[in-house]
């Protein structure tokens, strides 16, 4: 059997930076800068940036995505935003980043209720796992990442999942903003494990199809280590996001790896 082709995705986290005032022209000159088709892009600017950057980048085929959304519907939740509202928004969202594991202390189990509620809002989500550095240190980042996407996918059919178009983001904490990114053949080693671990969870061949992305201090300059390795399928981009420059690199290179996927017909 043939491996499935998967698509090349770079997806742009900018996180608490940006307002409404500049987030639609930093948006639009990524968008200028990076206009390749053959990769999916996609731009996670704050909520209150979401209006603008949609806006400019109607007609660019660059999608919008939100950065987290809440696990209820609505309700008595001051300050939160709920999957219904981000329609017309956006279309994607990231969810269970560790930056809100950590400061919102969200668990694996309130991340899979979010999920259940972007799949049915028509979000396509892109979950965030990792390990920390102190994991990683005592030869235990398999065990926390498999047991992350256990704790995250696990109460859900993965038909719904699949068919919703769910991204894994393979993020190791100590690599974020770091500036010190994970290797290539370690992150495509834990990219295996991700889709071992949809496969044991009932998602049979599917798990095969699933795209897994590296996040952690991606630049244009080690973008390449990355996606030499078959296992990954692009990036999810935090501080370079922000400087049309690395997008610009970071995309190109990712066109040169969605060119040879489509010339092999396969993974
Ligand atoms: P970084 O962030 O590229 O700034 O390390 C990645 C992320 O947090 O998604």
Known sequence: MMAPMRPVIIAANWKMHTTPEDA????ATIAARS???GVVRVVCPPFVCLAAVREALA???????????????AGPFTGEVSAPMLAGLATWVILGHS??????AETDALIGRKLGRAVEAGLRPILCVG????????????????????????????????AAGL???????WAIGTGRNARGADAAAMAGLIRRTAAGLGWGDS??????????????VNIG?????????????????????EMAGIVGRAAVTARARLAAGGS
């Open 207 to 220: 798990a095969e199809r699933l795209p897994v992305l590296y996040g952690g201090s991606v630049t244009a």
């Open 24 to 27: 639609g022209e930093l948006a």
């Open 225 to 245: 280590e990355f996606l030499a390795e078959p296992s990954i399928d692009g990036a999810l981009v935090g501080g370079a996001s922000l400087k049309p420059d």
């Open 35 to 37: 206009g390749e088709p």
């Open 167 to 173: 991204v894994v983001a393979y993020e190791p904490v």
């Open 131 to 162: 390990e920390q550095l102190t994991e990683r240190e005592a030869g235990r980042a398999e065990a926390v990442v498999s047991a992350q996407v256990t704790g995250c996918l696990g109460d859900h059919d993965p038909d719904a999942l699949t």
């Open 99 to 104: 930056e809100r594991r950590r400061d919102a």
């Open 59 to 73: 007609g660019t085929g660059i999608a919008v995505g939100a950065q987290n959304l809440h696990h209820e519907i």
